[in-house]
């Protein structure tokens, strides 16, 4: 699948959750909700297709809720709008690496030069060896 889910297309199935938060403020963080969760249920949504809730599920496997949620949060500005405009940023990369297509690894063999420079530092290494044995008198 080359194409990938824009966070525009399924904006409106996000819940979004503040709380207060633990990070820099200060006295101001004792009183402002600035903690920014996201919350997107894959096996729920009505706007993705099954084969896009597979690859999303295969994908995220590991951080989905029981219910088949994946959460987002965000605590590192003081301002709520802005921990918001980062969850949503921070969930549209994750979107666009679940749809990433991966590299076919190309299988490559060493090359004359470095062959030889390996078989160059074994001698040098097999005649210090033989070098360290027993003298006879």
């Known amino acids: 699948m080359t194409h990938r889910i824009s966070i525009h297309r399924i904006k409106a199935e996000i819940q979004v959750k503040t709380s207060r938060s633990s990070g820099p403020g200060g006295q101001h963080v004792n009183k402002t909700e600035s903690r920014?969760?996201?919350?997107?249920?894959?096996?729920?949504?009505?706007?993705?297709?099954?084969?896009?809730?597979?690859?999303?599920?295969?994908?995220?496997?590991?951080?989905?809720?029981?219910?088949?949620?994946?959460?987002?949060?965000?605590?590192?500005?003081?301002?709520?709008l802005k921990n918001k405009e980062a969850a949503f940023k921070k969930l549209d990369r994750m979107l666009a690496k679940a749809f990433a297509k991966k590299k076919k690894?190309?299988?490559?063999?060493?090359?004359?030069?470095?062959?030889?420079?390996?078989?160059?530092?074994?001698?040098?290494?097999?005649?210090?060896?033989?070098?360290?044995?027993?003298?006879d008198f």
């Open 36 to 80: 920014v969760q996201l919350i997107f249920n894959i096996r729920e949504s009505a706007i993705l297709e099954d084969q896009e809730k597979e690859t999303l599920l295969a994908f995220f496997k590991s951080q989905l809720t029981n219910e088949g949620a994946i959460i987002v949060a965000c605590e590192s500005n003081r301002s709520q």
């Open 105 to 135: 690894r190309k299988p490559t063999s060493p090359s004359k030069a470095a062959k030889q420079k390996r078989l160059k530092s074994k001698k040098i290494q097999s005649e210090k060896k033989q070098q360290r044995g027993k003298i």
